[in-house]
């Protein structure tokens, strides 16, 4: 398996042992309710959760992309994420941070403001044509993820001639696009419960390893998604252990990055599978 450096500004993180992320969303109506954080004591306590059960990152986020989600404006998005930033920076100025934003302005003001380490992406610059720019000039990692449509409407388009060539395609014209803008810490993120049926996404994690010639790093967030409890017929609340044997699977395909909600079980994984590693 490939070891990947990213260059988050003022700290070089490297993926030579997988690293987790850590969900905090600053929403209401997020699809698992166990990870709504809209209080101050609340955002406070996940991230002290987040670092003391070994996460690497921690990812911010203000907007559900679930698809019956309430869309908001830019205003809101930043109010709800500023909250968590300020948090944060005043507690914690060392953690990695990471917002998940689709909307260049909030990506922009997160880092000049608040020293974002990096941003995710779920639309890859689809949704706000001047987000790729935008990376070019603040000069940080972007983590692009695969989605067709909107959160709003993306399950209205999982068409494709073949799955794993058509994201390809996709990951290759933005790569490019990226790399002509300066941007060279990319991290991609096949997009599981985006615009893919239950059978596609598991037809891309059997994949997964083939995206390995990229030659950068791999996040994989499956945590808790439809993919599990629709499959097992349970609910998301449910779906932990079913989220491990994903991430366990990832991993061994060669996964750098798990985006999850639960920390604690999402880095037993990586050690057990990074013990499999050395035999």
């Known amino acids: 398996m490939s070891s990947y450096n990213i260059n988050t ?6 993926t030579g042992k997988p690293l987790v992320m850590g969900i905090l969303n600053a929403t209401p109506d997020s699809f698992f309710e166990g990870s709504r954080c809209m209080t101050e004591n609340l955002i406070e306590n996940r991230i002290k959760q987040i670092i003391d059960e070994g996460g690497s990152i921690i990812d911010i986020g203000a907007y559900s992309s679930r698809p ?5 404006d830019t205003k809101e998005e930043w109010r709800r994420l500023e ?3 300020r948090i944060l920076r005043d507690q914690y100025p060392d953690v990695i941070t990471s917002v998940d934003t689709f909307r260049s302005e909030i990506a922009k003001r997160a880092v000049e403001e608040y020293g974002v380490n990096m941003i995710n992406d779920i639309s890859g610059g689809e949704m706000d044509r001047s987000m790729f720019a935008t990376i070019g000039e603040l000069k940080v990692p972007y983590i692009m993820m695969h989605m067709k449509g ?15 060539q058509d994201i390809a395609l996709y990951f290759s014209g933005k790569i490019e696009q990226l790399r002509e ?20 996404n598991y037809e891309l994690l059997a994949k997964l390893e083939h995206f390995s010639i990229f030659e950068h790093p791999i996040l994989v967030g499956v945590s808790r998604k439809s993919m599990i409890y629709k499959l097992l017929g349970i609910k998301p609340e449910e779906a932990l252990n079913g989220t ?12 750098d990055i798990l985006r999850v909600h639960d920390v604690k079980e999402a ?7 990074e013990m499999i590693k050395r035999y």
Do not use: M, W
């Not at 880095?267 to 599978?273: F, K, L, Y």
């Open 9 to 14: 500004g003022n700290q070089l993180i490297t």
């Open 68 to 72: 019956d989600a309430q869309h908001i």
């Open 83 to 85: 909250t968590a930033l």
């Open 150 to 164: 909107t959160p709003q409407t993306k399950q209205q388009h999982c068409d494709y001639n073949d799955l794993f």
């Open 181 to 200: 803008l300066g941007v060279n810490d990319i991290i991609i993120d096949p997009g599981f419960g985006f615009s893919k049926t239950l059978e596609q």
């Open 244 to 255: 491990s044997v994903i991430h366990t699977v990832a991993l061994r395909k060669g996964a």
């Open 267 to 273: 880095v037993q994984c990586v050690e057990i599978t």
